[in-house]
């Protein structure tokens, strides 16, 4: 994809989406960083050495309707259009529970946040990308989502995760034009949420999402992929 695009991501104020925020920059690409909470968004942007031009930021919570009603609007505003979307912003890898113990609660949160907050903004923003034909949306799933080989434990997160991977394939099969939305598992990365012992750093854990949100016209569409090669549902 060589021509500069306009990119959202999700929960960028730290982890895999702040590094995913800088390398799409690094590449050319105009970045919308957001986060739920200003200040450390904010924050976030300014650690970004390079390439501010092509850097801004707005609050959004996915999980709150009239926040990505704010951002769609001031990106209409700004940009006219959104090209790539990458869903993100995630929480709670609940190992502490079982399904059998679990929290239902938190797991209705965790829903929430990491299949109704991407829900939110695809369908706020899908049809941006339709009438403008073409859009680019990862979605940033798990392994743990996987039904393959899925056993015990991460109960919500897991959960929330399939989900994700059956709305990624939903989703995939009703746009029509240039769109490719992709579910991406970015493997076990240093971060707050994969902990210190994580095998990844961020870059590595990023880059099969930059790939996914790069994609060139006839790319894969509806698929599960970890750096760039597709995995098992
Ligand atoms: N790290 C791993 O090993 C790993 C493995 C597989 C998949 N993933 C996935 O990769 C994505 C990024 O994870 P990470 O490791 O970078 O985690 P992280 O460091 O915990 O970062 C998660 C980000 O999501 C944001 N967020 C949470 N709820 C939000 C909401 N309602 N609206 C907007 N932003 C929200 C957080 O914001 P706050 O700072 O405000 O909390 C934070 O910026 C997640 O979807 C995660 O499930 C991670």
Redesign the pocket.
Known sequence: MSNPKIALI??????????VARQLAALGHQVIL????EE??RA?LASIQQNQDLLSYHQ?????AE?VERIKNWILNQYGRLDILV?????N?DTWHQALNANLVECHETI???LF?PWNMCQAFLPIMQSNGFGRVVN?????GALTGMGGGTPA?SIS?AALNVLTIKLAAEVRGDILINAV???????????SA?T?S?AE?ASGIIWAATLNAGGPNGGFFRDGRRIDW
């Open positions: 999700t929960g960028a104020n730290r982890g895999i989406g702040l590094e957001s986060s739920r909470d450390k968004g976030a959004l919570d996915v999980t709150d926040s869903n993100n912003a995630g929480v890898y929430e946040a990491n907050g940033v799933s798990s392994g743990a997160y995760k598992c970015p493997g076990w990365v240093r971060t707050d949420m994969g902990g994580a990844r961020v854990g």
